[in-house]
């Protein structure tokens, strides 16, 4: 081979590469644990640090880097987000311009018909559809349907905004690039946190450099949600995987096998989707933003109405203020106040995915939360003492627990095998051998769950204590944190386990 045609093959191979970098491929989404997403975020960072304070210039560059995130991870189906993101500003600016009542409630009806019909048809046609065919006994295939990604957690943000808008508690965004820039917000792009207009519009008239407690306090939330996702999550999720991706063997397992299933996705469920939002809020605060905060330590709380204050704190506030309250809350009596309960956390169950496992989960939760209303002036009565705690605890994870073994399982039959074979074929005796051949998979279970009892206070040290130490501890810290990954890292990355949603 001449040295001409060594050069032409790796020219050849090098173009290739390129292309295929600015390939979309919706099987292989952008996630905020993958090498490439940093390396395109390394070049990223600089760029947008240069031109932090040029306002249109940033906010072109950071939109075009978002939309071009949204485009690798679902292809030209992304421009969807924005010719509904120009209806929703546009009809945002026009309510706010309108007096007439009724002209108004039409255009907000407008938007919340826009927004809500996409996500249903890629949602939940080939739920409908299948519901349908099972009912009159037709031969359905599924459609073969790509939703954009993060289309939930987009159309909430545009229903937030909206619905604010026409409330009188915000004005609306007079420029559209501005609006785009909110709605297409990376860090928040595949699963939240679910950031309101009113409270992220503000932080674009920033005016200050980026602290060095932000940067380098977002960089540690980051390394801390790499951890908790590409470390334990995706570790933990390898026994999940063997379970709840056998319906046909589940007889063959124990009670107690089952129930490590059960308490391992939770556990899974929870580092996954909180590293996401540590990655997510982390990457904020480097670039100046502060996206809030979106989980606090959920399995401490001692009741399910606690354990909604602190999983997926957005989701549950956005879930409160713009379908339990207009559906009226508890200011139409207490039974009122039960249905509104139930329905709230149905049509959230029922958000989560188009099936009946997720209606079901939702209806667990809803449920639990009406039960616990019931019982306030019961359980006011009860001791507040440590006995009582760890009662309560328990009680609410098992709760907790059950309900993600539906979320978990791939229909109501094999969630309900699960459930029955935890309940009826328990045997202690599977634990030695349980914890000898998965040791290190227990290890990790019981690390994150203790981790939640560690004082706050305590946390807080530890991060002040990386924001203010020398370049060369942060060093070592992220390489040890790179060898963790390297180390317990599956062959191939996983993606974010809502994603999906």
């Known amino acids: 081979m001449t040295t001409l045609q060594l050069i032409s093959g790796n020219l050849s191979v090098a173009l290739q590469n390129i292309a295929s970098f600015f390939t979309p491929d919706p099987s292989v989404p952008l996630v905020f644990s993958s090498g490439a997403f940093w390396l395109m975020f390394l070049v990223f960072l600089p760029i947008f640090a ?32 924005v010719v509904t993101s120009v209806i929703d ?34 949602k939940y046609t080939n739920f409908f559809m299948l519901s349908w065919h ?38 609306p ?27 992220f519009m503000p932080q674009l008239e920033r005016t200050t450099d980026v602290t060095k407690a932000e940067i380098y306090g977002g960089f540690w939330l980051v390394m801390v949600g790499v951890v908790k996702k590409a470390v334990i999550a995706d570790y933990l999720a390898q026994y999940s995987s063997i379970i709840f991706g056998s319906p046909e063997t589940l007889q063959g397992y124990s009670g107690f096998e089952l129930l490590m299933a059960g308490i391992g996705f939770t556990v899974q469920l929870y580092a996954d989707f909180s590293g996401y939002s540590d990655m997510a809020i982390g990457l904020g605060a480097i670039m100046g933003f502060d996206l809030g905060v979106n989980f ?20 549950s506030f956005w879930l409160r203020d713009y379908v339990y309250i207009p559906l009226g809350g508890n200011r139409k ?114 690390l994150l769950l203790v981790a939640h009892f560690v004082p706050c206070s305590i946390y807080a040290a530890v991060k002040n204590w990386f924001v203010e130490s020398f370049w060369l501890v ?23 386990i809502y994603a999906q949603y």
């Open 50 to 81: 240069c031109i932090r304070h040029r306002k249109t210039q940033m906010m072109l560059f950071v939109v075009a880097f978002s939309l071009f995130f949204a485009f690798k991870s679902c292809g030209w189906i992304f421009l969807l987000m």
């Open 89 to 122: 500003w546009h009809l945002a600016l026009r309510i706010s311009r309108t007096e007439a009542k009724r002209a108004r409630q039409l255009m907000l009806c407008a938007s919340l018909l826009c927004s809500v019909g996409i996500l249903m048809v890629f």
């Open 134 to 171: 099972e009912i009159v006994g037709g031969n359905f295939h599924p459609l073969a349907i790509i939703a954009p990604i993060g289309i939930s957690f987009y159309t909430f943000r545009t229903i937030s905004y909206v619905v604010d808008v026409y409330k009188g508690k915000m004005p």
């Open 173 to 199: 965004v007079e420029s559209y690039l501005q609006y785009l820039f909110y709605l297409s917000f990376f860090p928040c792009l595949v699963a939240g946190p679910v950031v309101r207009a009113k409270d």
């Open 296 to 315: 606090d330590h959920p399995f401490r709380s001692l009741n399910i109405t606690e354990f909604w204050r602190r999983w997926h704190i957005s989701l």
């Open 333 to 446: 009596g207490k039974i009122r106040q039960y249905v509104n309960l139930f329905l709230t956390m149905l049509i959230g169950g029922l958000w989560h995915g188009a099936g009946f496992t997720y209606v079901i989960w939702g209806a667990i939760h809803g449920v639990a939360l009406v039960i616990h209303k019931m019982c306030m002036p019961w359980l006011k009565r009860i001791p507040d003492n440590w006995a009582v705690k760890l009662l309560s605890g328990l009680l609410t994870f098992t709760t907790v627990m059950l309900a993600f073994v539906f979320f978990r399982a791939d229909s109501v039959a094999e969630a309900t095998t699960i459930i029955g074979g935890i309940f009826t074929n328990f045997d202690l005796a599977y634990l030695p051998p349980f914890v000898s051949v998965r040791y290190v998979w227990c290890i990790m279970l019981v």
């Open 474 to 496: 942060k060093l070592v810290v992220f390489v040890i944190v790179v060898q963790l990954v390297l180390q317990f890292a599956t062959s191939d990355v996983t993606p974010f």
